[in-house]
């Protein structure tokens, strides 16, 4: 079974253009977690789809931020216009439920630096 | 405060000892926690999930969970130079928090031949 996959692996870009990131979770979860780490800090979380529907996007930064997952498959996020403090690690991930004894299965991320 | 707090470390154990990792935090809603590891540069990978008080053992590694000390912690017996990892502690709090994780900064382990 294919876990989670994210593309790029790897971008960099300049301090107001756009990039987009794109996450395949693994097949069969419904839910699907977007997380970022910034350099010295701790993965936080971003927001979170059950199916195609936003179930919690507390975490999402600001309106430069925008994903989606249109039909319930893969998601993408969008940052426009990226800004230097957008670098860091973003990790997709995906579970099968949700609910206390539900794990989420993390993505390799991918490595945005903004310059 | 933080909300999962962990030693960054390093911590350095012989190979073959037991390496100890501890995690606390301070929402007393907290109801699962979860120990991943995490080599450098690659993704989190899940090593197991503990939701009620006690210990749950899972081969060489085993989570401890100690709600009233809102406490949690992960044993690993045989320590392996493959076990140097980071090691990240989160937890899921439902009522009011959703699904999400929210992670510790990780202790970094060194097992050292």
């Known amino acids: 079974e294919a876990g989670v996959t994210q593309f790029p692996s790897h971008s960099v870009i300049e301090k107001g253009q756009t990039v987009t990131l794109r996450c395949d979770p693994i097949s069969g979860h419904d839910n699907l977690y977007w997380y970022r780490r910034v350099m010295g800090k701790e993965i936080k979380f971003l927001l979170h789809?059950?199916?195609?529907?936003?179930?919690?996007e507390s975490g999402m930064p600001n309106n430069r931020f925008l994903a989606e997952r249109t039909g319930g498959t893969y998601s993408t996020l969008k940052v426009q216009p990226a800004e230097l403090e957008d670098s860091g690690v973003y990790f997709c991930a995906s579970s099968q439920g949700q609910g206390i004894s539900y794990e989420q299965y993390f993505g390799p991320g991918t490595r945005l630096t903004v310059t | 405060q933080k909300e999962v707090e962990q030693n960054s470390g390093p911590l350095s154990v012989p190979e073959g000892a037991i390496a100890s990792l501890n995690c606390t935090y301070s929402?007393?809603?907290?109801?699962?926690f979860f120990w991943y590891r995490q080599y450098s540069g690659k993704s989190p990978e899940l090593i197991m999930f503990i939701y009620s008080n006690g210990d749950k053992e899972d081969g060489r590694f085993t989570a401890q969970l100690n709600k009233a000390s809102q406490y949690v912690s992960l044993l690993i017996r045989d320590s392996q130079p493959s076990d140097s990892a980071t090691y990240l502690c989160?937890?899921?709090?439902?009522?009011?928090?959703?699904?999400?994780?929210?992670f510790g900064t990780g202790t970094q382990l060194k097992v050292e031949l």
């Open positions: 929402d007393r809603g907290s109801q699962s």
């Open positions: 989160a937890v899921k709090k439902l009522t009011g928090g959703g699904n999400k994780l929210t």
């Open positions: 789809f059950v199916k195609e529907s936003k179930q919690d």
